[in-house]
């Protein structure tokens, strides 16, 4: 038997109790501490890395020595419990046979709306732990994310996307007229093509975004026959975690190739320079451009067609 990948990264949901005790351990420690975006705070020694989104908030741990600062430090100092290397035992839910579902690009103004599907049973979900797979969230960059896919794919993981891009969105929109239903009628084709791939799979998890029963609404016949979850925090679950690094990967991509199409860079979500950007192409296309590029039914969409 192979001996085990050393782990190099490590997510821990965190209370906000827990995200205070942390900083004070840390500190004690001899941690340097700098200012993050997104982040309650971000603390480096030597290799070791410690990420603490306000999200959540949740702890993201890179480099090295993780496994120690885990049972040593995070698990016996902040967190009163040892679960690290027991992950079966305290959360078999994680292992056992079923579907994750997540999306990308629903708050981002260009793009289109991914959703993608994973599925595992223990083996997969053995691969999946070992390979570092995590809620893309805490991936900070696109060649990690790049990276992680190409892991999902090297573990066959069986996978369903549904890409959902600028024109359609916006037709879609149009139609339904309300972002969760759009969602939900995203997530039940994701979970449709998996039936189809994996038609004994009893259950399937995602991100609570609308109540259930929206999302049983839009199911078709196979999916009907499922067992559905939404729960906050579903990205610890290693299903959805694949998903949403699938879904992040199949958005990035899309920007970068349809910026290199159009030659200017698509900027993400909806900042001040993502305006510029939405300006700029007004300018020099027309306003027609952002029907093929961007979420219009978006209040920035009317902020740059009046500025431009």
């Known amino acids: 038997m192979s ?31 700098e200012e993050r975006p997104y982040m309650l705070y971000f603390a480096k020694k030597a290799k070791l890395t410690v990420a ?10 890179q480099g090295r020595g993780i496994e120690d600062f885990i049972t040593l430090v995070l698990e016996s100092r902040v967190l009163g419990e040892a679960k690290f290397g027991y992950e079966e035992v305290h959360s078999p839910e994680l292992f056992e046979p079923h579907f994750g579902i997540d999306e990308s690009g629903k708050g981002d103004f260009f793009g289109p709306l991914v959703i993608c599907g994973a599925y595992v049973n223990p083996d997969i979900a053995r691969t999946l732990k070992d390979a570092g797979v995590r809620d893309s969230k ?19 993981v069986p996978t369903s996307t549904v890409v959902i891009a600028p024109p359609r969105y916006n037709d879609l929109y149009r139609k339904i007229g309300d972002l969760n239903r759009l969602l939900a009628w995203g997530h039940a084709r994701a979970i449709e093509d998996l ?3 994996c038609p004994d799979c009893p259950r399937a998890l995602s991100d609570k975004f609308a109540h259930v ?39 990035i991509d899309w920007l970068d190739a349809k910026g290199s199409e159009i030659g200017t860079i698509l900027p993400r979500g909806v900042s001040a320079n993502v305006k510029n950007s939405a300006i700029e192409l007004i300018r020099s296309h027309g306003p027609e451009v952002l029907e093929g590029l961007a979420k219009t039914h978006f209040k920035t969409a009317a902020e740059v067609l009046a500025a431009a």
Request: with cysteine; net charge positive; hydrophobic share 45%.
């Open 138 to 156: 805490a991936v900070t960059s696109d060649k990690k994310i790049r990276e992680l896919a190409a892991a999902i794919r090297r573990a066959r």
């Open 213 to 251: 029963r929206l999302l049983e609404r839009a199911l078709m016949v196979n999916g009907r026959k499922l067992v559905l979850e939404q729960r906050t925090k579903a990205e610890s679950d290693y299903a959805v975690a694949a998903a949403s690094i699938l879904a992040r990967e199949k958005f």
């Open 195 to 197: 039936c189809k791939l």
């Open 52 to 61: 603490v989104y306000a999200k959540g908030p949740k702890a993201l741990i």
């Open 3 to 33: 001996a085990p990948k050393p782990l190099h990264s490590h997510t821990a949901p965190l209370t906000e109790l827990q995200a205070g005790v942390l900083r004070g351990v840390l500190a004690s420690e001899g941690f340097e501490f």
